[in-house]
């Protein structure tokens, strides 16, 4: 079963910042937070990973609170072409990813 | 650099069928992950392996399904006498090595069962 915990649905104006929350509070001192999304019915896409920084590369920021119980996703300035569903997941060793139902981002114009 | 292709992309069976789905990784990746996607639903963990080895099969049907990763050629999923319920979406990810590498996904065989 999946770790996390996230709401089923959000709406974000283009141009604007898209603040995408996950509830992580049983994860272990060595599980990473991995973000991914799906578009339409395409194959997941990495977006971001991190332990307990903060993280940013080009697609969006990470942001890990200091118990690392939770998280936000952040994309700056979301478009129309970020309307997706987006996977939070907690990854242990093992190096299966353990999907939830994610949150469905409807970005519009 | 090619990305993870699997093949084919859309795939018709009738029950009692086999269905044979491909997966080829990224150049220089030698891990290769299946997951099956339900109509409306998130993807599930099925297999996962390296080159000639199974390492975690934990989220395979006991039954009518197999997968291998041989040394030479694409990985392969196989599901035999196929029942409507294994229609679904099954994608194929691909990494460079164990642990904490992303995993870089495939377009996805999309199999329908009549």
């Known amino acids: 079963d999946a770790k996390t915990t996230q709401p089923p649905s959000m709406d974000c104006a283009e141009g604007r910042a898209a603040n995408l929350p996950c509830n992580h509070s049983t994860i272990s001192g060595n599980e990473y937070v991995y973000w991914y999304r799906q578009i339409h019915s395409q194959g997941p896409q990495y977006i971001i990973h991190g332990l307990k920084n903060n993280e940013t590369n080009e697609m969006a920021s990470l942001i890990i609170t200091e118990d690392r119980k939770s998280s936000t996703l952040i994309l700056p300035h979301a478009t129309l072409r970020d309307t997706a569903v987006y996977y939070c997941?907690?990854?242990?060793?093992?190096?299966?990813?353990?999907f939830g139902t994610g949150t469905r981002l409807q970005v519009f114009p | 650099n090619a990305g993870v292709m699997q093949n084919p992309r859309h795939l018709v069976r009738r029950r009692g069928q086999e269905a044979r789905l491909r997966c080829s990784p990224m150049?220089?990746?030698?891990?290769v992950y299946w997951y099956r996607q339900l109509p409306e639903e998130g993807l599930k963990f099925m297999v996962y392996?390296?080159?000639?080895?199974?390492?975690?099969e934990s989220g395979m049907p006991k039954e009518r399904f197999s997968a291998e990763f041989p040394k030479e050629g694409p990985s392969i999923l196989r599901i035999q006498q196929v029942v409507r319920g294994d229609s679904a979406a099954y994608f194929c990810a691909s990494s460079p090595g164990a642990g904490r590498d992303e995993q870089f996904f495939g377009p996805g065989t999309r199999l329908t069962v009549l």
């Open positions: 150049k220089g990746h030698s891990h």
């Open positions: 392996l390296q080159k000639e080895n199974i390492i975690d």
């Open positions: 997941i907690v990854r242990g060793p093992i190096d299966k990813l353990i």
